[in-house]
Nanobody, 117 residues
Framework: QVQLVESGGGLVQPGGSLRLSCAAS????????MGWYRQAPGKQRELVAT???????NYEDSVKGRFTISRDNDKNTVYLQMNSLKPEDTAVYYC???????????WGRGTQVTVSS
């Protein structure tokens, strides 16, 4: 009942920046958590950053100080500003939505981020 559409991925050189966007539509509840996960080939999906509707954030250690998550609750959109990108950041980035106090999680189809010279 929730659809997530990511955008903003692409190819960037090390040290560059990208801004990812995820727009949610459908049965959106006010209290929720939205965020970003990533998965490289052969690797397990890992958390990148999340943000609650109340403004609390959580970051994976390797992206702290480089990535910034933000939300526009009126637009049901979450963003990920990625600076100082490294080759290790190369992965498919997935948007995630979870209604607070509810078991279901929803995922976008992903957007490819490639950091390479």
């Amino acid at each position: 009942q929730v659809q997530l559409v990511e955008s903003g991925g692409g190819l960037v050189q090390p040290g560059g920046s990208l801004r990812l966007s995820c727009a949610a539509s459908g049965s959106i509840f006010k209290l929720n958590v939205m965020g970003w996960y990533r998965q490289a080939p052969g690797k397990q999906r890992e958390l990148v950053a999340t943000m609650t509707s109340g403004g609390s954030t959580n970051y994976e250690d390797s992206v702290k100080g480089r990535f910034t998550i933000s939300r526009d609750n009126d637009k049901n959109t979450v963003y990920l500003q990625m600076n100082s990108l490294k080759p290790e950041d190369t992965a498919v980035y997935y948007c995630n939505y979870k209604r607070s106090h509810y078991s279901y999680e929803y995922w976008g189809r992903g957007t490819q981020v490639t950091v390479s010279s």
